[in-house]
């Protein structure tokens, strides 16, 4: 589904990834850790599109396409979701609009027609109920004014309706209580398909008590310094990012 | 990060301007040039009353010892009067009886301006007095209306059929005296609308005025004069295009609202004139006086525009609150893009004991234009528990346009309580990037997220029309993000 090769991507011009080398297939779960400023985050931001990222080498091809020439909106229209770390608030616009918007860009894309006001509006109870938010929360403005958990539930509440091929949730487990976090995990557990996989970035070990990975993959200055099974989690909490550290040195 | 928002705003205004287009119409028009003679021949033309000429010729007196205001953040070039024409009228070659009588060109321009004058076609609910350059050319529903006793006309109508409320009301509101484009409105209107609501009426739909200019080198100069009685209510609106030219056009209206013991008029506005091209070039100067006044007690008068159109805009609707207990609001949306330049606001003169005003300002700039509010909060000595609250907020699309903000509080009476709230912000890249990622490109996200941004004021608006408002104020950005 998604093939990453030898990507290397600056920021102003300083080198932030030094030649990432991943491959997700449907069906998977990936889990990217690593210590803070080891380009986690950038990582989710190249894929996703963002334009002050700029791409110095390698390739990224999400279901056979080159997408690094693609616009961030066209990336999410072929099924790339990016679960935002600090979702932005729009006041004014309600979460009911935004998502109706998105869904009928989605559709346009795929030469389907929009979604009818009752068809729509079936999709969304029952999507809300798969996130377990609450109705009001998508009559409010686009995270205007939630709280840390809700802004994160609504970002699982927009994949479940986007129904994404590929998803990467980017540190979405910071900010969150013990309950949020279960609330959060348990909606991706309940949106994963044989069809689909899913990026899970974080920086703790915590989330994926919850969301169990087939894969876990070390991010180290700019590189994926060591891949292994769900047991490499496990074994970094122990043992913290200074092992790796001090592994690679040797 | 600046330089890739910019690169975006660039790309999302410069979009062409939808009405732009000239009809071919058969227009009778008088010299160009202003002078007593010009006065009188408007009169005389409109085959006025001698009152109305009396009016006209004071007015143009006075507005001879006056000298255009400066005080404004606008940068006006020199206007020459004697380059404007001031009267120019569709030819009709009959008095028209029928709607199948009117000419199919004026009919065929106001529906592609998606006005029709046809009332069986027409959305539900709507009338609406179609004025062209400086005439009125159609009302529709005025038989309708008159069966409860409501007048829906045009002012020449007006002055012929009732030249008592007229007399009585002209220039009470907003005296010829009040400022320079009010005096010269005075001297050489031509045309506008008039509404008189009677005692315990509600209005049963919503009234309109579509102004369209339409004749070159001309200047478009209509008054509207409307009453609400004891106990009515209503709710008008208007809207307002031009052709894109070369050179600038000037439309300076009065507009004289009277709302009497528990009445209300809600008064709409959608301004789109031709805003002139991406380099400035062209446009409407829209330098216009609105006014209302709630004369007794209980009285509420409401003013929501969206302003997006005219090269410069120079407006104030406002509020005399006379009558105790009565309620002045203002919500506006303005924005200015390209070289546009808007210096727009309210004045809510508190007189009456407990009276209440609120007003609500929201600035959208991009390109390279400036945007002012300017706004009086007066307390009179008398207006004993008086209460004001004013929000102004400012949108920035880029970093080559401007926003400002010019509060004036008068506050006599010390039981009143005014406040004031003012934001300043830009448009967030993080906020087009969120919208991105989820499937909606850059343009439509800056529509959301300006709608949302301006949501407040449009929710004001009669249902039919905030719909439009909105594709307008996408539209308007068109170009100034990408």
């Not at chain 1, 020439?69 to 006041?91: C, H, K, N, W």
């Not at chain 1, 999709?123 to 109705?135: F, H, P, W, Y």
Request: negative net charge.
């Amino acid at each position: 589904m998604l093939q990453i090769k030898n990507l290397k991507a600056a920021i102003n011009g300083k080198e932030i990834l030094k030649g990432i080398n991943l491959n997700v297939n449907a069906g998977e779960v990936h889990a990217i850790m690593g210590p803070n400023g080891s380009g986690k985050s950038t990582l989710a931001g190249v894929l996703a599109g963002r334009e002050y990222i700029e791409v110095n080498h390698g390739s990224v091809f999400f279901n056979g396409k080159d997408i690094l020439d693609m616009a961030p909106e066209d990336r999410s229209r072929e099924g790339l979701f990016l679960g935002f770390q600090y979702p932005v608030e729009i006041p004014g616009v309600s979460m009911v609009n935004f998502i109706r918007t998105a869904l009928n860009e989605h559709r346009k894309y795929k030469n389907l027609p929009p979604l009818s006001a009752s068809d729509f509006l079936k999709t969304m109870r029952e999507k809300q109920e798969l996130v377990e938010i609450t109705a009001k929360m998508t009559n409010r403005s686009v995270n205007e004014g939630f709280s840390g958990g809700e802004k994160k539930k609504n970002e699982i509440f927009q994949m479940a309706m986007l129904e994404p091929k590929l998803s990467i949730l980017d540190e979405t487990d910071s900010g969150l209580d013990i309950d949020a976090l279960k609330i959060v995990a348990n909606g991706v557990n309940k949106l994963r398909r044989p069809d689909n996989a899913t990026i899970v970035i974080t920086h703790y070990q915590r989330l994926l008590d919850y969301i169990v990975p087939d894969f876990v993959h070390v991010l180290y200055n700019g590189q994926i310094v060591k891949s292994a099974g769900k047991e490499l989690a496990l074994e970094l909490e122990e043992k913290g990012y200074d092992w790796i550290k001090k592994e690679i040195a040797v | 990060m600046d330089t890739s928002q910019d690169s975006i705003l660039a790309e999302v205004t410069g979009s062409d301007y939808k009405y732009g287009f000239v009809s071919n119409i058969d227009t009778e028009t008088i010299q160009k040039g202003l002078n007593e003679d010009v006065v009188r021949i408007i009169s005389a033309k409109k085959n006025e009353p001698e009152f109305m000429l009396e009016f006209r010729l004071k007015a143009f007196k006075y507005w001879q010892t006056l000298k255009q205001p400066e005080w404004a953040h606008l940068k006006i070039p020199a206007i020459n009067f004697q380059d404007i024409i001031f009267y120019a009228a569709p030819k009709q070659k009959k008095q028209l009886n029928s709607l199948d009588e009117i000419d199919p060109e004026l009919k065929a321009t106001f529906d592609k301006l998606g006005i029709p004058l046809n009332e069986q076609k027409h959305m539900t609910g709507v009338a609406v007095d179609a004025v062209i350059d400086s005439v009125s050319v159609k009302t529709t529903f005025k038989d309708t209306l008159a069966e409860i006793g409501i007048i829906f006309c045009s002012f020449s109508e007006a002055v012929h059929e009732h030249p008592d409320l007229v007399k009585k009301y002209l220039g009470t509101v907003v005296p010829y005296t009040d400022n320079y484009f009010a005096a010269l409105n005075s001297a050489v209107f031509s045309d506008g609308s008039f509404c008189y609501i009677p005692k315990g009426v509600r209005c049963p739909m919503e009234l309109s005025t579509y102004f369209r200019i339409n004749a070159a080198n001309t200047g478009q100069f209509e008054r509207t004069l409307l009453i609400a009685d004891d106990e009515s209510y209503v709710s008008y609106l208007e809207g307002c295009t031009a052709p894109m030219r070369d050179e600038n056009q000037l439309h300076a209206a009065v507009v004289e609202l009277v709302a009497m013991e528990n009445a209300e008029i809600k008064y709409s506005t959608v301004q789109n004139w031709y805003p002139g091209d991406k380099n400035g070039k062209g446009g409407i100067y829209n330098f216009v006086t609105k006014r209302g006044i709630c004369k007794e007690k209980n009285a509420k008068i409401s003013w929501t525009q969206v302003e997006t159109g005219s090269a410069i805009t120079w407006k104030y609707p406002s509020c005399i609150l006379k009558g105790d207990n009565s309620v002045g609001e203002f919500y506006s949306v303005a924005l200015t893009n390209n070289y546009q330049q808007a210096d727009t606001g309210t004045k809510m003169i508190h007189i009456g004991k407990n009276t209440r005003s609120r007003i609500v300002s929201k600035g959208i700039s991009a390109g390279f234009s400036n945007n002012s509010y300017r706004g009086l909060v007066k307390v009179l000595r008398g207006a004993e528990g008086a209460r004001n609250h004013s929000q102004c907020d400012s949108l920035l699309l880029g970093s080559t346009c401007g926003a400002h903000t010019f509060p004036y509080l008068e506050v006599d009476n010390p039981s009143a309580i005014v406040e004031h709230e003012a934001t300043t912000s830009k448009i967030g890249e993080d906020q087009i990037f969120y919208c991105n990622q989820r499937g909606i490109k850059t343009e439509d996200a800056v529509g959301l997220i300006v709608n949302g941004y301006a949501r407040e004021v449009l929710n004001q608006l009669p249902m039919e029309f905030a719909v439009e408002a909105q594709k307008l104020l996408s539209i308007s950005l068109e170009g100034s993000v990408g």
